[in-house]
């Protein structure tokens, strides 16, 4: 199997909530809530860049799809690293979350291995680590 990731979808509870997050408080272009007309269809994707996008779709949704079971949510399971290319723009990302009514989780500093972080959380809990990384070039 080549790694070829088009879509990270993340499971939340309200998916108006979510949208308005993502859309309104971090920015991020959407097109909204589609398919609707379809039962446990309701979903929001926003493009995060070429070939990638986020997926919003309800854990009930989720689970049907899936036939699993719906089980307790759990913030350390999985996190999403956005790179940024300085520290600046680690503490102006984790501004607007934070205005946008995230929980900062871990404040922006200095990390053991070089660089500079902070991590928050969406309002279902998912964890986005803001990481600028001296090694990498964004």
């Not at 070829?4 to 859309?23: C, E, M, N, W």
């Not at 520290?87 to 984790?94: G, H, I, P």
């Not at 501004?95 to 959380?121: E, H, L, M, R």
């Not at 279902?124 to 090694?135: F, T």
């Amino acid at each position: 199997m080549k790694p070829r990731v088009t879509v990270i979808t993340l499971g939340v509870q309200d998916l108006d909530a979510s949208l308005r997050f993502y859309r309104d408080g971090l920015g991020f272009a959407t097109e909204g809530i589609i398919g609707t007309e379809f039962a446990h269809g309701a979903v929001v994707f926003i493009d995060l860049q070429p070939g990638l996008r986020l997926a919003l779709w309800p854990r009930q949704s989720l689970a049907h799809d899936t036939g699993l079971p719906l089980g307790p949510a759990s913030s350390t399971e999985l996190s999403l690293g956005h790179n940024v290319a300085s520290k600046a723009e680690v503490d102006a990302v984790m501004a607007t979350a934070a205005a946008a009514g995230a929980c900062i989780v871990k404040p922006s500093q200095d990390t053991f291995w070089g660089g500079y972080a902070g991590y928050f959380q969406d309002p279902d809990g998912h964890l986005w680590e803001v990481v600028w990384n001296p090694h990498w070039l964004v």
